[in-house]
Nanobody, 128 residues
């Protein structure tokens, strides 16, 4: 069982930057692919933001964040980070870290239904 905890959310002005972190405990995190999703407003479907395979460099990004967000991981520290620059008001939402067990050769998933473990989320608010 993997537990995920997100940190780093907050309030930032448009054009600013934030770095989100996802810390994992339990299980073997290095065998998991990890993704970031966001939800705005609460209750609607979660939007895929970025994902990273069990080992870099396999990464994928949502169309709306490509070129502005960068996902990375440190398997030794059991963490995954999401560096966000040039933030826009439409980036506002609750950001969730999620993971699933994977094996080599399996395509990196962007559908939230594929992800097994989820954190509680961290709020990101971008003011105009």
């Amino acid at each position: 069982q993997v537990q995920l905890v997100e940190t780093g959310g907050g309030l930032v002005q448009a054009g600013g930057s934030l770095r989100l972190s996802c810390a994992a405990s339990g299980g073997t995190f290095s065998t998991h692919s990890v993704g970031w999703f966001r939800q705005v407003p609460l209750g609607k479907d979660k939007e895929f933001v970025a994902a990273i395979n069990r080992r870099q460099p396999g990464v994928r990004y949502g169309d709306s964040v490509r070129g502005r967000f960068t996902i990375s991981r440190d398997n030794a520290e059991n963490t995954v980070s999401l560096q966000m620059i040039d933030l826009r008001p439409e980036d506002t939402g609750v950001y969730y870290c999620a993971s699933y067990y994977t094996v080599w050769g399996r395509p990196l998933a962007t559908a939230s239904e594929t992800y097994t473990y989820w954190g509680q989320g961290t709020q990101v608010t971008v003011s105009s």
